[in-house]
């Protein structure tokens, strides 16, 4: 029997929550690709703006969830007050290294597996498909509107595309994620079911 995964209110809820869990990776490829161009705006050395960006990818492996969203507020922070303060410039810099290092251990890869667990297994590899396509669909578009907007407004963009999508997710995926945990898939279908939930 085919499902049609959009007509059916407990999978679209799932689909939702899954693309939600992905926002906060949506970043990951503006920043890498982009890091080297960040870094010069804020007054890094070309050199270590350069190597920055390798040093980056190297730690996005060891790092967590929570100082992701943080790490690109420190961003947007360090970036205005380099204006009056030269220093701060670093600040930047600390911060894309630090938010490489917390998509590696926490937000990357965990979240890419979330559809996995709050759907039957029938369209489980359907669903999976659906978020990580809406979810490239989301890092393609932001990763072409970072620069135009970056050259608009500097490091609130960062604010704009990434942390106030980011913390908005965060909270929905608070209050309507399900636990999974320990529990069978038919418990977390019929509690997603649930028009309460």
Not at 129 to 136: E, F, L, Y
Not at 183 to 190: C, G, Y
């Amino acid at each position: 029997m085919k499902i049609n995964i959009f007509k059916v209110p407990y999978i679209r809820k799932a689909i939702l929550l899954s693309v939600l869990a992905l926002q906060n990776t949506v970043a990951f490829w503006s920043i890498l690709l982009s890091s080297t161009y960040f870094l010069k705006d804020a007054g890094v050395e070309n050199d270590i703006a350069e190597y920055s960006t390798t040093l980056m990818a190297v730690s996005y492996v060891l790092g967590t969830c929570v100082i992701n969203v943080g790490s690109l507020a420190f961003y947007a922070i360090c970036a205005e007050l380099t204006k009056h303060i030269v220093l701060f410039r670093y600040g930047c810099l600390l911060s894309l290294v630090i938010y490489g290092f917390s998509y590696g251990a926490g937000a990357g890869p965990t979240s890419r597996f979330i559809s996995g667990e709050l759907v039957a297994q029938n369209v489980r590899s359907k669903v999976q498909a659906c978020t990580v396509s809406i979810n490239q669909i989301v890092v393609i578009a932001s990763t072409f509107a970072i620069l135009p907007l970056f050259k608009i407004m500097h490091a609130w963009s960062f604010v704009v595309l990434f942390v106030i999508p980011s913390i908005g997710s965060l909270i929905i995926l608070f209050w309507k994620l399900p636990e999974t945990k320990n529990r069978p898939i038919e418990d977390i279908v019929k509690e997603l079911s649930n028009p309460k939930s």
